[in-house]
């Protein structure tokens, strides 16, 4: 991801949104909404958190092997040398 | 003295010292000396690396003492701080990983020497690592030495100094080589014994166990409140901070430099926060509901963080606890040994080679990292030997402290062409300056600092990049090339 010229490095859209995912999904169980739903005796607030303690490593994961899944997918003409742009 | 657990151990604190004499006599026997002792060769392996990186993090912190923690400060502080560092994995993975890799440098400080090309940098940054990571240092030597005191039966102070001279002595002799290997003996001994732990207390569960968690909340009616023990803004600085600690952690982050890839790099750290994750899970959810059972006399006596041995006790006969007191240890000095060498290489490589002698042959710079290695442990000993009563908001404000300071140069550095030295040294002073200030200066709610530190960083380092002139062609070059996949 080189982008030359520009001012920000490009981030994949894939990491992009997972890194967004996480942010929003923190915000979201810091809202006062969560504090008083209990399950448990235990408010939402700390299973929103233990929640994300296999979610977000499973998510992870899953990201960077379909990444390679991707990258071994290449297309003939690429694996031959050949430029698709015409 | 518990003679069995004794044995297991001491068999245990040998096997790691002879483990450093091999390593040791590897990398002096090796071409690429300082490459192997700072960074393993570069050719750890992904699964290995995995359980090196959860050896690094799970700490006297987090295993040994989560129980206790958790029982005292509440499941949601606890929770959230602990999923700050598995969340911080993952964002490091994504923000920091391959760069740092495809660099090929060997630790964060060269990395933002590289960036930057700044003589305050060189002398900035490891200041900023040697003073966080000592204060983390202290925390886990006081957990060692707590343990050690339980095995041995002698002072805390006895045990300190028996545990710190066991670290030193391998750390010294084979760096990072030991340190990994160690780690990989550490981290397997970790996933096997909290999983026994856990299963141990499956099977005594003396009722069903939604009743049992139920009855938790008799004895700590707050155990799953929000803010019975602390405001929720300390829950929410305890996230922030872990989740941005792991990006400029140097005891953690020095795992990406040991990959034998940027890919293996990022599914490592991925997948020793699953494990991480799934043991502090079950743990958690298992064993907190036992500390009710205990006499609170015995409680009363004992510190919080050892609360997990006493309801192992109960579970396991003595040869058990013996190995699973060592399991326990290993969560400490794991953590540790990876501190100690975090410090020792930003006195040797940092500061010896990079600004006293940058013309130091291989030789010296081992030479000098054994002895830093040496100097440091003993100096931090005989501090911890007293640890001040405030030694838990030390630990965290270590790493609250070294976020604030580092996290906007380097992640900046890393993604934004405009970033420049006189903005990063900006971000570098006000995000250090103002946490110091918070921390020291006002009464602020516990683990808060951060969220004050942290934005006043990022913006100042904004406005002055965005004001001076940006970096040379030459560096952006070598950035996009750190960008590219190798």
Redesign the interface.
């Known amino acids: 991801m080189t982008n030359k010229g520009k001012k920000w490095y490009k981030i994949r859209p894939r990491d992009g949104i997972f890194l967004l995912g996480i942010f929003f999904y923190v915000i979201v169980f810091f809202l006062p909404w969560s504090y008083d739903v209990m399950i448990l005796n235990v408010s939402l607030v700390a299973w929103g958190a233990y929640l994300l303690h296999v979610l977000v490593p499973a998510v992870g994961i899953l990201l960077i092997i379909s990444e390679k899944d991707i990258s071994s997918r290449k297309p003939e003409h690429m694996e031959a040398g050949i430029s698709k742009d015409k | 003295m518990k003679i069995i657990e004794l044995s297991v151990v001491v068999i245990y604190l040998i096997a790691l010292i002879i483990l450093g004499r091999v390593t040791q006599k590897r990398i002096s026997q090796s071409q690429a000396g300082v490459e192997e002792y700072y960074v393993a060769g570069r050719n750890v392996g992904t699964g290995v690396n995995s359980l090196a990186m959860m050896a690094a993090l799970g700490s006297g912190g987090s295993f040994m003492a989560g129980t206790g923690t958790a029982f005292n400060l509440g499941?949601?502080f606890l929770?959230?701080m602990?999923?700050g560092s598995?969340?911080g994995?993952?964002?490091a993975?994504?923000?920091v990983a391959k760069p740092l890799r495809n660099s090929r440098k060997f630790t964060v400080s060269e990395f933002l020497n590289d960036r930057y090309g700044h003589i305050f940098f060189k002398v900035a940054i490891p200041i900023v690592i040697i003073i966080g990571s000592a204060m983390y240092l202290m925390s886990q030597m006081t957990a060692g030495g707590l343990i050690a005191s339980y095995v041995t039966g002698l002072s805390y102070q006895w045990g300190l100094l028996i545990i710190t001279v066991v670290f030193i002595l391998y750390v010294s002799m084979g760096g990072m080589l030991a340190v990994t290997w160690t780690n990989i003996l550490q981290g397997i001994m970790m996933v096997a014994l909290i999983s026994i732990i856990t299963l141990g207390g499956i099977f005594h569960f003396p009722i069903r166990w939604?009743e049992f968690?139920?009855n938790t909340?008799a004895e700590q009616p707050m155990?799953?409140?929000?803010?019975g023990t602390m405001p929720?803004t300390a829950?929410?600085g305890a996230?922030v901070t872990w989740a941005a600690a792991i990006c400029v952690t140097p005891h953690l982050i020095m795992r990406i430099f040991t990959s034998s890839n940027a890919?293996s790099a990022?599914?490592s750290?991925?997948?020793s926060?699953?494990m991480y994750?799934?043991l502090?899970?079950a743990s958690t959810f298992v064993l907190v509901p036992f500390v009710p059972l205990l006499d609170s006399s015995l409680l009363e006596a004992t510190h919080s963080d050892m609360w997990l041995l006493l309801i192992v006790e109960q579970f396991f006969p003595a040869i058990l606890v013996g190995v699973i007191t060592a399991g326990i240890m290993a969560a400490v000095m794991s953590t540790t040994d990876a501190l100690l060498l975090a410090v020792s290489s930003a006195f040797a490589y940092d500061l010896y080679k990079g600004v006293y002698k940058p013309k130091a042959t291989h030789q010296q710079i081992l030479r000098a990292s054994a002895i830093f290695t040496w100097v440091i442990g003993i100096t931090v000993m005989f501090i911890t030997l007293h640890p001040p009563p405030f030694l838990v908001v030390l630990y965290t404000a270590a790493v609250g402290f070294m976020v604030a300071a580092l996290f906007a140069p380097l992640v900046f550095g890393?993604?934004?062409?405009?970033a420049n030295s006189a903005g990063a040294i900006t971000g570098l002073s006000v995000g250090a300056v103002s946490f110091m200030v918070a921390f020291l200066g006002f009464e602020l709610p516990y683990n808060s600092e951060i969220l004050i530190a942290l934005p006043l960083s990022i913006i100042s380092m904004m406005i002055v990049s965005v004001w001076t002139q940006g970096p040379s062609q030459n560096m952006l070059d070598r950035?996009?090339h750190y960008?590219?996949?190798i």
């Open positions: 499941l949601p929770a959230w602990t999923v598995i969340v994995f993952s964002v993975s994504v923000l939604s968690f139920a909340f155990l799953g409140a929000v803010g929720i829950y929410l996230f890919r990022k599914l750290m991925n997948i926060m699953l994750g799934s502090m899970l890393i993604w934004w062409r405009q950035m996009d960008h590219q996949d």
